[in-house]
Every structure is written in C-alpha cells, then in structure tokens.
C-alpha cells in the first residue's frame, strides 16, 4: 500500500492536534491536582448517610474551609480541602463524630501535600523526561547509524506528550479531571511506548534497506505495511490490560488508565504516521539539498 | 537426550519453584464433589534450610506497600536554615537517625527512614505500616524536644538565661507517678557531666527557680530546695500519661539538631488497602483472561504457546517480587497489568513474522527464521523502554530524579515485567515451539 502519498494529509492532522492542544494547554491550562498545587484528599467512609451541605457547614464553622465533596458511593466521601496540618485531622474527626451523632466514621485515607512539594515534583519529572529522551536518541541514533531516524523518533515522541497534555488540558477543562503523580507516570511511559512501537517499524525499514536496497519511500511503505498488523495486536492487548486498570477502580486509577489509553492509541498512531513520514520528508529534503 | 528437551525441563522446573513460591501463604480448598467433602487448608511453606553451618532462610510473602498494606508516607522539611553547608548533611543523617529511634520506642515495627535532598530542600521521609495513631505519631516524630534548663537573672529584666545544661546531657528517661499527687512525671537521669552540671547549677540557684524549657516553653520550674546529687531530676509538667510517655520517648531518642515541619502526609486505611489487594487481583484475572483469549482468536495453536508462555511470565514475575523483595504499591500493580500487555508484544512480532515466513519454508525452518529475525526488533524496541523505566526507576539513587513514591513504584515493576518478557517471549515460547514442530516430524 502506498501509506506515504498521503503523508501531507498525516503532518496535518498531526498539525491540528498539536495546534488544539497548545490551545487547549494556553487557554485553560492543566488541572493540578494536590501533588502540585499543594492540599488535602481525604476519604471517610460514613456508617449512615450524611447530607453534604450540613457536613460542609460544620466543618466550615470549625475554620476547615472546603472546597468539595464527593459521594463516591457506598457511603463514602472525598473531601477536598487546603494543605492541612495534623491538628486539623484530629479536628476533622471530631466534626464528624458530632454532627452524625456519633454514627460511625472511617477514615479511608487521608493525604495532604505542602505546597512546597510540587514544583520539585515538576523538576524532576523534566530531569527525567529529559534524560530519557537523550538516552533513546543515542540509542536509536545509534542503532540506525543515522541522526534522521533518531531526531524522527524523539518528534514522534513529544508530538504523542504533547498531544497527551493537551488532551489533558480539555479534559481538566470540561470534566476538572486533575493531574497528579499518575499523570506524569502515564506520559513518561508514553514517551517509552512511543519510541517502542517506533522502533519496530524502523527496524524493518533497515532490515528491508539492507536486504533490498531500493528508494526510501516504497521501502517505508513497505515497513508499515508488514508492521501494522502487529502493530494493532499489540495495542490491543495493552488496551485490554487498561480496561483491567479500570476495574481496579477509584478515581485517581481511572484517569490514569485513561491516560494510558490515549497515550497507546497516540503511540500506535504516530510510528506509521509521524515517525516514518518525518523519515522519508527528511529524506526527500537531503536529496534535494544534495542535487543543488 | 536432545538439548531442546533440557531445556524444556530446565524452564518447567522453574516454572514449577516459581509457580510454588508465587501461591499464597494458605490456600483454602472447599468443595463438594459426589458426596465427597473437601474443606481444609494447604500452607505454602517458606524457606527454611539449615545444612551444616550454612542457613538459608527466606520469607516467601509479598511486601505490600502502604496504599495496599495501610499506613502512613510522612515527609518532614528540614529547616537547615541556621546550618552552614558542611554540617546540614551531617545534622539530616542525625535527624533521620533520632526519628528512627523514636519511632521504634513508639513501638512501630518496620518503619521505613529516608533522607532526600534536592535542590537545597532537605527531607526526611518516613514511613509507618498500619499505623493507626497517626497524629500521635506525627507528633512525636515531628518535634524537635531540645529540652534546657534555665536559671533567672540576676535583674529584674534579665529574666530567664539558658544554661549549659540541656538534652545532651542525658542518659535516659523514664515515665513514673509522683509519689503525692499520683500524676504521671518524666523522671530524668543525667549522664556523669551532666550530673555535675546540675550539681553545680541546684548549688548556685538554692531557693530559686529553676526552669526545664522544652523547646523554648516553660514546662515547670520548680524551687530548688536543697543541692541535688546523683544526677536524676523529675519533670512534673501537667502531663497527661500520653504526654509523659511521648516526651520520654523524645528524650531517650534525642532532641532533633534542626526544626522539622511535616509537609507531606498520605495515609491509608487498612480497609481501602485490603479493598484495593482484592480488586487488583480480580482486575489482572479479567485483563489476563482477555490477553490470552485474544491472542488464540487471532494465533490458533501458536496462541496457546503464547499463552503458556505469558503463564511462566507471570508465575516468575510474581515469585522474583516476593524474593528479591519488591515493595507492591497500587501503581506497581498498574506497572505489571502494563507489562502483562507488553509481554504478548514479543510473540505478536514472532507470529506476524511466521505468518510471512511460513509460505516461503519449511515449518520448522520458518519458525526458526521468524524469531532470528523477529528478535533484532524485540531487542531495540524493549531496550528503549527499559532506558525510561530505568530512568523512572532511578536505581541508582540520584537525587535529581523521583526518590520515592509512586513513579518509582510504578517503574520498576515495569522494568522488571520487560526483562521476564524478554525471556519467555523469547526463549520459553522458541522452545516450546521447537518441540511441538519436532513431535510432529517424527
């Protein structure tokens, strides 16, 4: 088939999700969640129901200000509240005990985050992200003899992040999904997962080149032919895993499944349709240069 | 015996030690066959050899991490402020140590201490399995309980001057009732300078006041009645029996050399713990039962090689967690369902190999083709996100990159899930498959 007639239809929707996602990234921004921002998740599971408003107001009374509560079923509850100290969990406790009359209460978890913790948190993920994109770039440089693989698959790999935050940044927008230590684990293993299925395209392409010989455009169209299958059958069993991801259940797993979800798909997407279409648009630019 | 046949066994071998250190510790069987009645108990037994000198002892349970197991993540801030750059590493070792020890006398087993430095910011993190007096902890671990004592001025405005006598001077402390009014007191015992300096200082302030501060508060400041020998004195602050208790144990693990403010806390309930084991065992039975289903729709026979393979897979995966030992946390179930959809990658690669291979050969000679070849993708494809998961993993301890938490959790069961599947995607399912197209030739 030939997948790479096509390719200025790919950089353009490759362009437009990369456009809308910057927007979406400008305009709105991501959603922190307490691992950045700072405050308190707590969940207290209630023997008897409680009503929402009276619960908010008693604790609001004591000084606790709340920004939300949550009924995540089965008589629990998420609070959110500001960084809090330990004081204010014993205090907490109390409230509860008194305006459910001493109706059972537990506390399921409780976590709070200064808000000093955050921007070390943003550090180091940049650090690690940092690195492990030199790391494959040498690798892959490496291993295909040739800068224009290894620049392609490291393009390939910020097009699906950045396309991943962006969706992110909609999704913080219009359902406040947060983004949280599990966010940032999701798009770092995008970033692998990418580079993975990447690869492997890539490897046929050498395999072919070294076998054949030939132009680099039918051999890529080639290489994504004889790669797509499995391609596909690979991401489905890791799709399947995530909807096992989502069963665990609670919140915080679901939208990091979610995340994984749309970070495989992007993955998928991008090795045939971003990563071999930059190889070959590198290529034609080379030869160009070459014969002035 | 043909090499191939070996190393079958060799794998089934494995396979079986795996698979007996992978069950879990008691495993109920129940049930009720024709009139025959089952219902009893198998215990899977640990390690435990002793030949000669030479003991071998291993504990064959997984280590559940705290938002399994239930517990408390603490991270305290150190405020090394007042400390030059050559001591502050010296004066965070001393805190992690004394939180250490003051945690143990807490009566908390196997508490976690670890001291993370990045960027100027010193923490200490500590973390306590199934607590549930959580403040209680947080407050004796958090104080600093640099106990001095301090005499008065001379002048009306001098008021009260710190001495030279101070928590160091200890050498251990005790929680006793006072003799008249039956209230809990910290009975202190002074180390032998220690007993000179108070020696010293009960002469010079006779019929004065002489206060005990705790961190710069008046706790009591009883009058100096008559010169005091043998080194012990008595704190009779308004304590309740807790308070003495804590402030003891304070005193017997030493005062912290720097101020620590706790910015960080993350505890889990035992109950939301259990609920979550439950459900990670459920969800990996469903995505594994899907995977494997999956791969005979598509693979036919050469599926269920995958599928025995990816059971070898996870029997390993699960017995190298509980040996070496690795600490389960919900992402590292999430890392190894992740793994778990990986592991079938290296096979999809060799079947969708076989399948082109296969009209051009022979079967065996197909078969050996497609994973000759299939595995130069394999190789650079999984060394790629092993480099990510090692970098996420940080085994290195580099305190640039994640120290704690779950992004280390997370990546290395990943890490780990890519290194077994390099193996039984590879070496167990050739094998098998050598030996499925062998029977068939003769």
């Given at each position: 088939m030939d997948w790479m007639k096509h390719r200025k239809i790919y950089f353009l929707i490759s362009g437009a999700l990369i456009i809308v996602g910057v927007f979406a990234l400008i305009k709105w921004g991501l959603n922190p969640g307490i691992d950045f921002r700072g405050g308190t998740i707590a969940e207290y599971h209630f023997n008897e129901g409680i009503s929402t408003e009276e619960i908010t107001r008693s604790l609001e009374e004591e000084g606790i200000q709340v920004f939300s509560v949550q009924d995540t079923g089965e008589g629990k509850y998420l609070f959110r509240l500001p960084a809090l100290g330990s004081q204010d969990q014993e205090k907490i406790k109390r409230i509860f005990q008194e305006s459910t009359e001493g109706s059972d209460s537990e506390e399921l978890r409780f976590e709070t985050v200064g808000p000093s913790v955050g921007p070390e948190l943003v550090r180091k993920t940049i650090y690690a992200a940092a690195i492990a994109s030199l790391a494959i770039l040498l690798w892959v440089a490496f291993q295909f003899k040739s800068l224009k693989f290894g620049v392609s698959a490291i393009l390939a790999m910020f097009h699906d992040s950045l396309c991943l935050v962006g969706v992110f940044a909609i999704f913080g927008h219009y359902f406040e999904v947060e983004v949280d230590f599990l966010f940032v684990t999701a798009l770092l293993t995008t970033l692998s997962f990418s580079v993975h299925d990447t690869i492997v395209v890539y490897d046929r392409i050498r395999e072919t080149q070294s076998k054949l010989g030939g132009g680099l455009y039918d051999i890529a169209n080639r290489a994504v032919t004889e790669t797509m299958v499995r391609s596909l059958n690979n991401s489905f069993t890791i799709i399947f895993m995530l909807i096992a991801l989502v069963l665990l259940g609670g919140e915080t797993v679901k939208w990091f499944a979610a995340a994984l979800f749309v970070g495989t798909v992007l993955g998928t997407y991008s090795s045939p349709f971003v990563a071999v279409p930059l190889v070959v648009f590198w290529d034609e630019v080379e030869k160009k240069i070459r014969f002035r | 015996m043909s090499k191939n046949f070996i190393k079958i066994l060799l794998i089934f071998l494995l396979t079986l030690i795996c698979f007996y250190v992978s069950l879990p510790k008691e495993i109920p069987i129940k049930f009720n066959l024709a009139g025959v009645k089952i219902d009893r108990i198998i215990n899977r037994h640990d390690l435990d050899l002793k030949i000669g000198n030479f003991v071998l002892k291993k504990n064959f349970d997984l280590v559940l991490g705290l938002d399994l197991a239930g517990g408390s993540h603490l991270v305290f801030e150190v405020?090394?402020?007042?400390?030059d750059d050559e001591r502050k590493k010296i004066a965070v070792d001393a805190i992690k140590n004394i939180m250490e020890k003051r945690v143990n006398l807490f009566g908390i087993s196997e508490p976690n201490v670890q001291t993370s430095s990045f960027e100027g910011k010193d923490r200490v993190i500590v973390e306590l399995p199934g607590v549930r007096e959580t403040q209680q902890a947080i407050d004796i671990i958090g104080k600093t309980a640099q106990l001095t004592f301090a005499e008065l001025g001379g002048g009306e405005e001098d008021g009260l001057i710190p001495t030279d006598l101070t928590g160091a001077d200890l050498k251990s402390s005790d929680v006793v009732f006072d003799q008249t009014s039956g209230k809990p007191v910290v009975l202190i015992q002074f180390n032998e300078e220690g007993a000179k300096k108070f020696e010293q200082l009960t002469e010079k302030n006779l019929q004065k006041p002489l206060a005990i501060l705790l961190d710069e508060e008046i706790v009591s400041a009883p009058v100096v009645q008559e010169k005091i020998t043998g080194g012990s004195a008595q704190i009779s602050g308004e304590f309740t029996l807790q308070e003495a208790k804590n402030l003891s144990i304070q005193l017997n693990a030493g005062a912290l050399p720097a101020p620590v403010s706790l910015v960080e806390q993350r505890t889990v309930g035992a109950t939301l713990g259990a609920e979550s084991v439950q459900k990670s065992v459920v969800a990996g039975a469903i995505g594994l039962v899907m995977v494997m289903v999956f791969m005979v729709l598509n693979y036919g026979k050469l599926g269920l090689v995958a599928n025995i393979a990816l059971f070898v897979f996870g029997v390993i995966t699960l017995a190298l967690y509980k040996l070496i030992p690795v600490v389960l946390t919900l992402p590292g179930v999430a890392g190894f369902l992740l793994s778990v959809g990986m592991a079938v990658d290296s096979n999809i690669l060799i079947f969708e190999r076989f399948k082109e291979e296969r009209p051009k050969r022979t079967l065996a000679d197909a078969l050996e083709v497609s994973f000759g070849r299939a595995w130069d993708s394999i190789r650079d494809a999984n060394i790629a996100t092993l480099v990510t998961a090692f970098v996420l993993a940080n085994p290195l301890d580099f305190n640039f990159l994640h120290t704690s938490g779950p992004v280390r959790g997370f990546a290395v069961t990943l890490s780990l899930g890519i290194v077994i599947s390099l193996f039984t995607g590879v070496v167990v399912s050739r094998n098998l498959l050598r030996a499925f197209v062998k029977q068939r030739h003769e």
């Open positions: - | 405020d090394t402020g007042g400390i």
